[in-house]
């Protein structure tokens, strides 16, 4: 049984770029759901994926988007990327809909 | 808005000695908290869990107690180790909801 994997795991980038973020989620889960931590916070809920549709989104602006495949793995893109995305993104995959979600160990991206 | 909140940043114990760590939380309709825990450079690790439904939940050495009139629910750690220090992540959600809100986290370091 595989653990959830993520890549890159550092990432610097431009403001006005796009980004794309990779996630494989945990043997047997059907449900990757993507987290912005910035310093000193906790996890922030950007959206859900689950068996391919989006199943809930938190309070990010549209040029956050993502993909799930069939396979369950996933994606965050990132457009015009600005100096506050700066953060370190976790992905977490779980059987269904919450449930004990198990996380990567994420990508730290850095916008300059 | 923070629904989750970890008023505690940092605690300091002695190693052998109870960890005590507290969450608030706002909305009455969370049924459903989780504790992570986080080392650096790694994604947040599940804990222990509780539902609503119960007034505390153990498993070895953590216990986590939650008092639904007050909004509160605290992790006691007994005994402490060394291996405990990391940062400590309340999290709360609804069953069958994708939103999982997250405290700003307490760093808890355990003294040999």
């Known amino acids: 049984e595989t653990g959830v994997t993520q890549s890159p795991t550092h990432l610097i980038k431009t403001r006005g770029q796009q980004v794309t973020l990779r996630c494989s989620s945990q043997?047997?889960?059907?449900?990757v759901s993507w987290y912005q931590q910035a310093l000193g916070q906790g996890p922030q809920f950007i959206f859900q994926?689950?068996?391919?549709?989006?199943?809930g989104r938190g309070n990010f602006p549209p040029r956050f988007s993502g993909l799930q495949f069939p396979n369950y793995s996933s994606e965050l893109n990132v457009n015009a990327l600005e100096l506050d995305d700066s953060a370190l993104y976790l992905c977490?995959?779980?059987?269904?809909?919450?449930?004990?979600?198990?996380f990567g160990q994420g990508t730290r991206l850095t916008v300059v | 808005d923070q629904q989750v909140k970890q008023n505690s940043p940092s605690l300091s114990v002695q190693e052998g000695r109870i960890s005590i760590l507290n969450c608030d939380y706002t909305n009455s309709m969370f049924d459903y908290f989780l504790w992570y825990k986080k080392y650096p450079a790694e994604g947040p690790t599940f804990l222990i869990s509780?539902?609503?439904?119960?007034d505390k939940n153990e498993d070895g050495r953590f216990t986590v107690f939650l008092n639904k009139s007050a909004k509160h629910l605290s992790l006691h750690i007994v005994p402490s180790q060394p291996g405990d220090s990391a940062v400590y992540f309340c999290?709360?959600?609804?069953?069958?909801?994708?939103?999982?809100?997250f405290g700003a986290g307490t760093r808890l370091t355990v003294k040999p």
């Open positions: 509780i539902s609503s439904i119960k």
């Open positions: 999290a709360a959600s609804s069953y069958n909801n994708n939103d999982m809100r």
């Open positions: 977490a995959s779980s059987l269904g809909g919450i449930a004990e979600a198990f």
């Open positions: 043997s047997g889960h059907n449900t």
């Open positions: 994926y689950y068996r391919e549709e989006e199943n």
